[in-house]
């Protein structure tokens, strides 16, 4: 089975780029070793989607997080029927790496490492160079791009890595980031990006149930009709609900 087979497959399904990079090309200090994944594990078939426009420049997050809730969806589906693919046509075992998540929220990494790391292995397939965002920027969808990842056992050689550094430092990022998290270059504050990203995540829930647990019966009778409550439960069945996409939407490298 070759990559092109797996190429024109990916583009069919619906992804807007597709990568490969040979596992040895993949090079994440943080992340856990993909043999701990797929065990034999050759390779990784990498797929780019693009964020529409429209709704990341849009000025309501509500809207902004319907295209990621697709790129999320298609980009989920596509690595199930991906990883069928590969299973069937290549007689071999392949692995769906999630979108976002589930993640792994024991006490070492708290949710914030990904079993493995997409931005590492969107440039180690040759789909885009890492910014000063920490982001990855696509030569051709600039950083209004989203990843998802298949392991295989197959062994596909990595596709050329983009030499060009599309990042020209403009620092915008930096700039417009408001909860001031990539300051230090080379490192994403992740907890001062959450508390601003997330509004209604793990640490708003937390600071909402101390605060109910701790007062009193009028209190908590007023506290069940804070719209912070309804916002909390919304997101709970949205998953990782993000209002801050300042750092991918200010981006002016490739943007056309
Ligand atoms: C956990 C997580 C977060 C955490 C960050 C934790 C962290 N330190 O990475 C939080 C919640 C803060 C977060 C925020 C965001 N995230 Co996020 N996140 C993830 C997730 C699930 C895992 C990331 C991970 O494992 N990180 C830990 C390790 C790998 O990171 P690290 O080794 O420390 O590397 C860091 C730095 O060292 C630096 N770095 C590493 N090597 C190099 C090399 C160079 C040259 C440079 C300059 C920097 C650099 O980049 C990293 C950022 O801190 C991935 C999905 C996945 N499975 O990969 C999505 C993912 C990284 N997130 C993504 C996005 C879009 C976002 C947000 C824009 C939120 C939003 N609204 O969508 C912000 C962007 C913040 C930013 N500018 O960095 C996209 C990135 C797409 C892209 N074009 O690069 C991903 C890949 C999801 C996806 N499926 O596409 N995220």
């Known amino acids: 089975m070759n990559k092109e087979k797996i190429r024109e497959y990916g583009l069919e399904i619906g992804a807007d780029a ?20 797929l065990p034999g594990v050759k390779s990784a078939v990498v797929m780019a989607y693009r964020e529409n426009s ?3 420049d849009s000025p309501n997050a509500r809207i902004s997080f319907a295209s990621r809730m697709g790129c999320m969806e298609l980009g989920n589906k596509n690595n199930y029927l991906m990883t069928r693919f590969i299973e069937k046509e290549g007689k071999t075992k392949a692995a769906p790496i999630p979108f976002s ?10 949710g914030l490492v990904g079993d493995f790391s997409l931005r590492h292995a969107a440039v180690a397939a040759g789909l885009g160079v890492f910014g ?5 920027i696509h030569p051709v969808l600039g950083t209004r ?18 030499k060009d550094d599309l990042c020209d ?18 490192k994403t504050d992740a907890i001062k990006c959450l508390k601003n990203s997330q509004p209604y995540g793990i640490m708003s829930m937390m600071k909402y149930y101390s605060k109910f647990i701790g007062a009193s019966p009028e209190e908590q009778k007023k506290l069940l009709k804070d719209p912070l409550l309804l916002n909390l439960y919304q997101a709970q069945f949205i998953g990782f609900y993000y209002e801050c996409y300042k750092c991918m939407a200010s981006c002016p490298a490739c943007v056309k």
């Open 145 to 162: 791009v989203v990843f998802t990842a298949i392991l295989t056992e197959l062994e596909l050689a990595s596709d050329e890595p983009v």
């Open 54 to 56: 429209g709704s990341l």
């Open 101 to 110: 998540y589930p993640l792994n929220m024991g006490p070492e990494v708290m």
């Open 169 to 186: 430092q403009c620092s915008i990022c930096v700039e417009v980031c408001p909860g001031r998290a990539l300051d230090e270059e080379g």
């Open 132 to 136: 000063r965002h920490n982001l990855v």
């Open 18 to 37: 597709v990568g490969f990079a040979s596992i040895k090309d993949y090079r994440s200090k943080k992340s856990p070793d993909p043999e701990s994944i």
